[in-house]
C-alpha cells in the first residue's frame, strides 16, 4: 500500500510552498489507490501553537485536501521516541555524549579557522557513557564512518553523500526531547510511509535519515524533494510579494479549485496545460513530471485562472460566495432583484469573488458618491437632456425587460440626434455610480424600474447643483 504524508510544522499559518507539497502528497495517494496522512510536526514546543495547528486543519479542510490518517501529532508520541532512541543506544548506534557547549563551540571555532566543514568530532563516541543525574547528556545517533548513503529522488536524480560528511548528530537533547531528524525516522516507519514527498530544504537531512532508518531495520521510503517557490522578482517567497498564507486567498475571494490547480502547476506540469479538472490532475499526475526548477508565484496567472473558475462553475455554488459575504455587510438583498442573474452578469468580468461583490453592490444599496472620474466627465450639463428624456422615456415603459429598454435608450439618440454613448454613458453613471458595468439595457432590466428612475433623478440633480448652466 502506497503511503504518503503530510508533516508540516505548526509554527504559523500554512503557506503557498506547504499547500503545494500537501497536495502533491493528496494527489499521488489519489493517483495510485494509496493513503495521505496528516502528521503535525509539534515537537518545538516554543514555536508551535494550537492556533496554527487549526489554521492549517482549516486551510487542508478549505482545499479539500482530506486525508485517510491522522491528524498524528508529534507530541503524543514522545514515549515512542523514547523507546527507540533506548534501542538505538542498546544495540550501539547510539551514545550519550557530554560535550559541553564551550567545548562544541571553540571546536567549532577551530575548524572554521582552518576551513573545515564544521562537525561534531565523535569525542564521545567510544565513551560508552552513561546518564548521570543532574549531568546534561544529549545523545547521538553513531553515524556510519565508511561507505555512502544514496537514494534515487524523483525531482533530484541520484544523490550521494559520503558518510565521511555526516557528523554524528543529535537524537535527543540534554532537555530529554527528541530532535526532528529522530522523530521523523521513527513516525515514517511506524506509519509505514512509502513516499516522502517534501520541500528542498529537507534534501540534506535525507542521508542521515536514511542512515538512521538502516539502523532500525526499516524499509527505506521513496524521495521527491520539491524546489521552492519563489516570488517574481527571483527571491524566496516571502510577505513582500503580497499573501503567503493560503486562507488569505479564501479571505480574498479565491476558489479552492482554482487555487490547486494553480498550485499543481507551480511545480509541475503537463505539457502545456493550464486548466485541469481535479479528476485530470489526479489522471495525470506523475512523480517525475515535477519541475526540477524552483517556480515562481505570478499574481496575473492565479487571478487568470480564478476567473476561469468563476465563470465555469455552476452558478449557485458562486452564488452561494457572494452572499456569504453580502451576509457580512449591512446590505439588503432579499428584494425584488434577480439575484442569480446579478451574479451571472458580472462574474464574467472579474478575478476574485470580492471583486465580484463589489462590483454588485450598488444594486443593492444606494452608493454613496459617485466615482469621481466618472461624475467629472459624464455628469455635466450636456447629460441633463438625455438623462431627463430617459426618466421620461422609462418611466413610461410597462413592460421592463432589456429590449424594451434598449429601444428606449436608442429612440432618444435618435430624437437628439446624438451617439450611443451621449446616452448609455450618463445611464450608466447614473444608475452604477460608475463608468463600467455590463451592457446597460441590461444592468438597467436588473436594477427594476423603481431603483433605476430614482437614480436618474437622483443624476439629474447632482447636475444641477453641482454643474450650474
Ligand atoms: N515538519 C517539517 C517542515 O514543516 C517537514 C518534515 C518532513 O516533511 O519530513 O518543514
Known sequence: MIKTRFAPSPTGVLHLGGARTALFCWLYSKKVGGKFVLRIEDTDLERSTPESVQAILDAMDWLGLNYDEGPYYQTQRFERYLEIIKQLIEQGDAYYCECSRDRLESLREQQMASKQKPRYDGCCRDLELQPEDGKPMVVRFKNPQQGAVSFRDHVKGEVKVSNAELDDLIIKRSDGSPTYNLSVVVDDMDMSITHVLRGDDHVNNTPRQINI?????AQVPEYAHVPMIL??????????????????????????????NYLVRLGWSHGDQEVFTQSEMIELFSLDGLNRSASSFNTEKLNWLNQQYIMNSPLPDIVVLVKQRLDRLPVEYDDNLDFSAVVDLYRQRVSTIN???????????????????????????????????????????ENWDRASIHGVIESITEALQVGMGKVGQPLRVAVTGGSFSPPIDQTVELLGKTTSLARIRRAIDYIAINNPS
Open 355 to 397: 471583486e465580484l461583490v463589489d462590483s454588485i453592490l450598488y444594486c443593492f444599496q444606494d452608493f454613496d458618491d459617485y466615482d469621481v472620474k466618472a461624475a467629472s466627465k459624464v455628469l455635466k450639463q450636456p447629460a441633463l437632456e438625455p438623462l431627463r428624456c430617459l426618466h421620461d422615456g422609462l418611466s413610461k415603459l
Open 213 to 217: 532508518l538502516y539502523a532500525l531495520d
Open 231 to 260: 516570488g517574481d522578482d527571483g527571491k524566496r517567497l516571502s510577505k513582500r510579494h503580497g499573501a503567503v498564507g493560503v486562507m488569505e486567498y479564501c479571505e480574498a475571494g479565491y476558489l479552492p479549485e482554482a487555487m490547486l
